[in-house]
């Protein structure tokens, strides 16, 4: 939700405090006039000699201290009002960071908050159990994919080698059963090794190195310029050196993805796929756009979820299992970056990636 930018809560107590230690000095001083003033009529009624100086003398020898007085109390509130706000709000911090680790898809952290139990402990304590629930669910349904997908993996191997025998046989004609037979066994079997990336993506298991995007982007590139070829699809790329740190072999499958998607949900004809690589102050971004059907913004909120189509494919080769933009939003997750999919005014969409980025050159 966006808000309008206001004063922190540190801030706010601040002020409290040194406006509630100001009122306090303001009031103790007037008191102490008032006292005052009281005593000398008192004495004089009570037809004492009071030694004491007249009203005039008695502001003019008083105000000075009592301004020096206001503020100093008014330094000192300022002060120990930020000190001590700082003190009382530093277990919030550290729940406000645990929340945005875990928003950025790592449950593993947790805040353990020290001390005695007071109602910052019990909120840390209550998200920490929170996050080893949530975590606990996502790796049992981790493991039932990898699983499953291992499981799969044996009879579709067996049933592909049983087809290709078939087919290989000379005295069997081959019929339009065993091509289509053929056909749904592959796709299976990419469903399958798709399972598989996205269920190891999410664990995060893989070495870090340092990588060029714009170098991953043109390897993406020639290696599907057969596809858009076929397609007649014209693929434009752009950019210059984008350096950031991650595993090349995901990302690689990221922008694979990507540009194959761009391909496949095109134009008929004179299609377009512009890919573009940028690097920032804070972030190294991967965009790509593609020619196409008019998308509402509610199909595309929802074509990162796995199975999901932004519109029917015409083609029948190529077809894919769904997983595609779901597989690339897990890997970009896994380097802490960003995936945001926007529809294109004339038709399309344009992908934008954003990860991390790094001051070093990519050797």
Known sequence: MDRASGLSVRLKLTFSYAGFLLLAGAVLLGAFAVFLGDYRERAQDAGEVVIAPSGTELLRDFAPAAIA??????VFGFVGGWILAGRMLAPLTRITDA?????????????????????????????????ARL??????QQRFA??????LRTPLAITQTLLDVARNDPSRESSELDER???VNARAIDL???????????????????????????EATETLIPLAEKHDVVIETS???????????????????????????????????????????????????NTGD????????????????????????????????AIAKSITRAHDGTLSLSPRADGGLCVTVRLPATGRQVP
């Open 69 to 74: 007085a206001i503020v100093f109390l008014l």
């Open 99 to 131: 929340t945005r680790t875990a928003a950025r898809g790592s449950l593993s952290h947790r805040i353990e908050l020290e001390g005695r139990q007071d109602e910052f402990r019990e909120l840390a304590d209550a998200f920490d159990g929170m996050l």
């Open 135 to 140: 975590e606990a669910h996502v790796a049992e």
């Open 146 to 151: 990898a699983n499953a997908s291992h499981e």
């Open 181 to 183: 037979l053929r056909v």
């Open 192 to 218: 399958t090794e798709a399972l598989l990336m996205l269920s190891r993506t999410d664990q995060r298991s893989f070495a870090r190195d340092d990588v060029d995007l714009s170098l991953i982007a043109e």
């Open 239 to 289: 950019g210059d050196i984008t350096p950031t740190v991650g595993s090349h072999a995901l990302l690689l499958q990221l922008t694979t993805n990507l540009l194959h998607n761009a391909i496949v949900h095109n134009l008929p004809e004179h299609g377009t796929v512009q890919v573009s690589t940028a690097v920032g102050p804070e972030a190294a971004v991967l965009t790509v756009e």
């Open 294 to 325: 008019k998308l509402g913004p509610h199909v595309v909120s929802t074509l990162t979820e796995p199975f999901q189509r932004g519109t029917e494919r015409i083609r029948s080769d190529h077809v894919g299992a769904g997983l595609g933009l």
